[in-house]
């Protein structure tokens, strides 16, 4: 795999995962390059450029403009179509944490009539990390629109998507690294809304209830599942773009390996 290349965001990344992925590249003979990335800026910064055999981590950020700018290249495992709850939802259906949920907009969801203590799970629809999904009361849902979108805000409108719901109690919930349809490494990431990280807490019905879904529908070859243990069953939470997902304690190196045996064989 000497021809492969990870591209990596040196700021804003969590100094454990930076390490570990530096020494995965070093580990496996892979040629790695570092970058910093301004937030929020559209720029993408200067690195040797080959859309074959580039591989990227870092921010949602250096995601999205690399995505909109380069073509889509081989080492960007990403389509804005695909990584949305609403197309979840559609393609797992009750196998969904928020099956229940409905996708609406800022503006909708905050004209409604509702107790202003009622409690609602919200998080945005696309997979953009432009605001944490939590549970708020409807009045704070109402304050946190307002606050948004009263300035010239061009990542929140008026028209921002997003999966509103009822909130439920999460026993556990787990994070899995995915490629080609199976689970490469796993991390219990969150106990009982508390963090807990653990690659040793990763019960095997878990592993086969992913590699269950991902035989029904894939958003690509490359990704990330969050997986909830909800009333004795397990849900998927959400999926996410392997590019700029955090590790917590996964096996780094399994998914540095997995991810550049994938690009190496397509190019």
């Known amino acids: 795999m000497n021809k492969i290349r990870w591209v990596i965001q040196q700021n804003l990344i969590a100094e454990k995962d930076l390490a570990e992925v530096r020494a995965a590249c070093t580990g496996s ?44 290249p081989r080492g960007l495992f990403f389509d804005e179509h695909a990584f949305t709850s609403a197309n979840y939802i559609a393609q797992w259906k009750e196998h969904m944490l928020n099956y229940g949920a409905k996708i609406t907009t800022f503006r909708e969801f905050s004209a409604e009539t509702h107790p202003p203590e009622s409690l609602w799970f919200m998080r945005p629809d696309a997979d953009d990390k432009s605001f944490n999904g939590d549970v708020f009361t409807f009045a704070a849902i109402q304050q946190f629109i307002a606050n948004a979108t ?63 879904r991902c035989r029904e529908y894939m958003p690509h070859p490359v990704f990330a599942m969050d997986i909830a243990l909800c009333g ?11 590019n700029s997902v955090g590790f917590y304690d996964a096996d780094i190196p399994a998914i540095v390996k997995a991810v550049s045996e994938y690009v190496a064989a397509k190019h």
């Not at 990335?37 to 055999?53: A, H, L, M, N």
């Open 29 to 72: 003979g892979i040629t790695f390059e570092e970058i910093t990335v301004i937030p929020f800026s559209p720029e993408i910064p200067e690195f040797s450029r080959d859309e074959k055999t580039n591989i990227y981590y870092g921010s949602t950020t250096l995601m999205y403009n690399i995505y909109r700018q380069m073509d889509k």
């Open 150 to 212: 009263k300035f010239d805000n061009v990542i929140l409108t008026e028209d921002t998507r997003i999966l509103v719901g009822p909130p439920y109690s999460i026993e556990k919930e787990w994070r899995n690294y995915i490629v080609n349809g199976k689970v490469i490494a796993s991390s219990l990431y969150r106990s009982n809304g508390r963090l807990n990280k653990s690659r040793h807490d990763v019960p095997e019905e878990m592993i086969r209830f992913a590699e269950d």
């Open 232 to 242: 004795g069953q397990y849900y998927i939470i959400e999926c996410g773009c392997l």
